[in-house]
Each structure stands twice: as structure tokens, then as C-alpha cells.
Nanobody, 125 residues
Framework: QLQLVESGGGLVQPGGSLTLSCTAS????????VAWFRQAPGMKREGVSC????????RYVGTANGRFTISRDTTGTKVHLQMNKLTPEDTAVYYC??????????????????WGQGTQVTVSS
């Protein structure tokens, strides 16, 4: 089981920005695809964004497209999710996950067995 730790969540006003980080503990992300998911109260966990092992493939799901940016850092131990133009609908617990999914499942929860504990993002005035 890989250990992942999310950070960077918090309270932000509508229209604001946050950058979430997913940190690998005891391993490197270089050999894994990484994805961000979120789960709002009473809602199903949904994919937000994902990045392939090589970093060449980046996907954004739904309203994340055009507002969020996923990236790997050069150390191989962090993956970031830059979130801009946040709205109250973005309020959720955000989770990162790492594994070797199929290309089809890269942004799907079923493609991942290794998850972090989550970080809360609240968008409110």
C-alpha cells in the first residue's frame, strides 16, 4: 500500500484559488498515474483530474476543465492541483490516488487502490 498525503485545502471565497498537493511517502510518483477525486456531502466520489505516468496525458473532468491544472513536480514526490475560479459547487473533500490504471480508467476511482486521507476545500463567502 502506497502512502499519500494531501495538503493545501482550506476556506476560500468564490472566485478564489487554491493549490492542493499530494505527497508520496516512501516512494516516487514516477511509476504511477495520479488522480484527484472529490466527494461532497451526500454525493458520490467523482473524478476531477488525472495525469499519466509519463505526465504527457492530463485529463480534466466536467467543470474542472479550463479552471484546474494538474502537474507533477521535478522531485517525483508531489503532484499538484491548481484550482482557479472556485465556486461553492467545488466544496468537497479532495482525495489523491496513485496506481497503474488502464488509460480508460485513469480518471476513474475503480482504477486506484492507493488513496490519501483527503483534504477539505470549502468555497464560501
Amino acid at each position: 500500500q502506497l502512502q499519500l498525503v494531501e495538503s493545501g485545502g482550506g476556506l476560500v471565497q468564490p472566485g478564489g484559488s487554491l493549490t492542493l498537493s499530494c505527497t508520496a511517502s516512501g516512494f516516487y510518483f514516477d511509476n504511477y498515474a495520479v488522480a484527484w477525486f472529490r466527494q461532497a456531502p451526500g454525493m458520490k466520489r467523482e473524478g476531477v483530474s488525472c495525469i499519466s505516468v509519463s505526465g504527457n496525458i492530463k485529463r480534466y473532468v466536467g467543470t474542472a476543465n479550463g479552471r484546474f491544472t494538474i502537474s507533477r513536480d521535478t522531485t517525483g514526490t508531489k503532484v499538484h492541483l491548481q484550482m482557479n475560479k472556485l465556486t461553492p459547487e467545488d466544496t468537497a473533500v479532495y482525495y489523491c490516488a496513485a496506481d497503474i490504471p488502464t488509460v480508460q480508467d485513469m480518471c476513474e476511482a475503480r482504477g486506484y487502490d492507493n488513496w490519501g486521507q483527503g483534504t477539505q476545500v470549502t468555497v464560501s463567502s
